[in-house]
């Protein structure tokens, strides 16, 4: 079991899932820039593919705002489909391994593209957890499983982006006590990179 803090020797062990423009773009085949071939591709289209996000579309995870606000039951299972659909692809399209995680930590940084104030506890990561399960990254996204989640946020207008940042728990190895210390201690390095001038 490790007793001493050491980054170095665990970091290989972090796995962490990017969204962004490039990906959003990659699922939907929507470029906000030129989206003309979307169009021709999909002459009965009359918007963007998932618009509900709104207008940005830099593919970072929505705020949980969005669907206490939505409509109806129906479009917010539409739009937890999306995101359940998008997460896929973004596991898929960046390797990410079928760990089939026991026991873990789970920190949500959504790096955004404005100092405009958002709470921190605002990003939607209910259909992402459901798609990792579904993608084996690991077991379940019950308690037992993700034995801590934890949001932060940061300002990045160069690169917005949301990452799922998980923490292994290995039993013998790694523990639970340990493993906190190492996210805390990437939170720490986030707050002296990007809020502290």
Not at 66 to 90: A, E, S, V
């Amino acid at each position: 079991m490790q007793n001493e803090l050491d980054y170095d020797v665990y970091k290989d062990e972090v796995i962490v899932i990017r969204f962004d423009s490039e990906m959003f773009k990659g699922f939907t085949g929507y470029d906000k820039n030129n989206p003309e071939p979307y169009f021709k591709l999909h002459p009965r289209s009359k918007r963007p593919p998932m618009d509900w996000l709104g207008k940005t579309r830099n593919g970072m995870l929505p705020s949980w705002n969005r669907f206490i606000n939505c409509p109806n039951r129906i479009i917010q299972d539409t739009w937890k489909k999306d995101l359940n659909d998008y997460t896929r692809y973004c596991i898929q399209q960046q390797y990410i391994p079928r760990a089939y995680l026991g026991e873990c930590i789970i920190i949500a940084v959504q790096y955004r593209p404005t100092k405009a104030k958002s709470d921190n506890d605002n990003t939607y990561v209910k259909a992402t957890l459901d798609a990792m399960v579904k993608e084996e990254v690991i077991q379940e996204d019950n308690h037992t499983v993700v034995r801590y989640f934890g949001s932060y946020t940061v300002y990045d207008k160069q690169d917005p982006r949301t990452e799922i940042r998980i923490y292994p728990i290995i039993k013998g190895i790694y523990d639970f006590e340990y493993v906190l210390q190492i996210a805390t201690h990437e939170i720490q390095q986030l707050e002296k990179q990007y809020n502290q001038g």
